[in-house]
């Protein structure tokens, strides 16, 4: 397994804007899923987001829906969170994943279901 890699975290101000990216070198292939967690000091970590690389499907956590997008840019293996309206308790330390999917589309927000993890990168959002 190849560790995905994250970048593009910082620090803004609520309702700023912040894009993350996540090569996953070894998970490039159509039938392979990537998904986007977070986890804030003394929470569990959470689902997101996350994408089917083989058809472009989507799935995003309630709290996110209308102000995150995920996205693939196959020419360069990469995978973006584009994140807007950015609020105070979006502050955690994002990861990027990454899993088979060539036998479903189940559990893509599920932290259990990805075999393969970044080492993550912080955003913090202030008031």
């Known amino acids: 397994q190849v560790q995905p890699v994250e970048s593009g975290g910082g620090s803004v101000q609520t309702g700023g804007s912040l894009r993350l990216s996540c090569v996953a070198s070894?998970?490039?292939?159509?039938?392979?899923?990537i998904g986007w967690f977070r986890q804030a000091p003394g929470k569990a970590r959470e689902g997101v987001a996350a994408?089917?690389?083989?058809?472009?499907?989507?799935a995003y956590a309630d709290s996110v829906k209308g102000r995150f997008t995920i996205s693939q840019d196959n020419a360069k293996n990469t995978v973006h969170l584009q994140m807007n309206s950015l609020k105070p308790e979006d502050t955690a330390m994002y990861y990027c994943?990454?899993?088979?999917?060539?036998?479903?589309?189940?559990?893509?927000?599920?932290?259990?279901?990805?075999?393969?993890w970044g080492q993550g990168t912080q955003v913090t959002v202030s008031s």
């Open positions: 994943a990454a899993r088979g999917c060539a036998s479903g589309l189940w559990g893509l927000l599920d932290t259990f279901s990805y075999a393969a």
């Open positions: 994408i089917y690389l083989g058809g472009g499907s989507t």
């Open positions: 070894g998970y490039t292939y159509r039938s392979n899923c």
